[in-house]
C-alpha cells in the first residue's frame, strides 16, 4: 500500500489550499486518516485527524480554518486550508491507518506519504 499526496504550493496570507491523499493497494478497510505537519526546524505536529465514522480533530492552532474530510469510496482525504498564515508553512504529510489485505490474512499497516509542500507568505 501507498500513499498519493497532492495539492500543496505557495499563496499568500489569507489564501486557501485544498490538500488531498490517495491510498492505493490491497486495501481491506482505512481506518483513521490525518494531517500532520512539519516546519523546519519544528518537530512534526498533528494538524487533523478524521475516523472512519466521519468524526474529526483539530490542532487548536488551525481550529475554525482548516477541514478535514474523506472519501471512504476512493480511499482520500482531503484537507482544506481557509485563511492560510505564514506559520502554516511546512511539509504536510498524510496518514492513514490502512487494514492491507494478503490472500490469507489482513495487516494493520499505518502508511505515511511523502509529503507535500506548503509555503504561505506574509
Known amino acids: 500500500v501507498q500513499l498519493q499526496a497532492s495539492g500543496g504550493g505557495s499563496v499568500q496570507a489569507g489564501g486557501s489550499l485544498r490538500l488531498s491523499c490517495t491510498a492505493s493497494?490491497?486495501?481491506?478497510?482505512?481506518?483513521?486518516m490525518g494531517w500532520y505537519r512539519q516546519g523546519t526546524g519544528k518537530q512534526r505536529e498533528l494538524v487533523a485527524v478524521?475516523?472512519?465514522?466521519?468524526?474529526?480533530n483539530y490542532a487548536a492552532s488551525v481550529k475554525g480554518r482548516f477541514t478535514i474530510s474523506r472519501d471512504n469510496a476512493k480511499n482520500t482525504v482531503y484537507l482544506q486550508m481557509n485563511s492560510l498564515k505564514p506559520e502554516d508553512t511546512g511539509r504536510y504529510y498524510c496518514?492513514?491507518?490502512?487494514?492491507?489485505?494478503?490472500?490469507?490474512?489482513?495487516?494493520?499497516?499505518?502508511?505515511w506519504g511523502r509529503g507535500t509542500q506548503v509555503t504561505v507568505s506574509s
Open positions: 496518514n492513514q491507518e490502512i487494514i492491507e489485505a494478503g490472500p490469507v490474512t489482513l495487516t494493520a499497516k499505518d502508511t
Open positions: 493497494g490491497s486495501i481491506f478497510r482505512v481506518d483513521d
Open positions: 478524521i475516523t472512519s465514522a466521519g468524526r474529526a
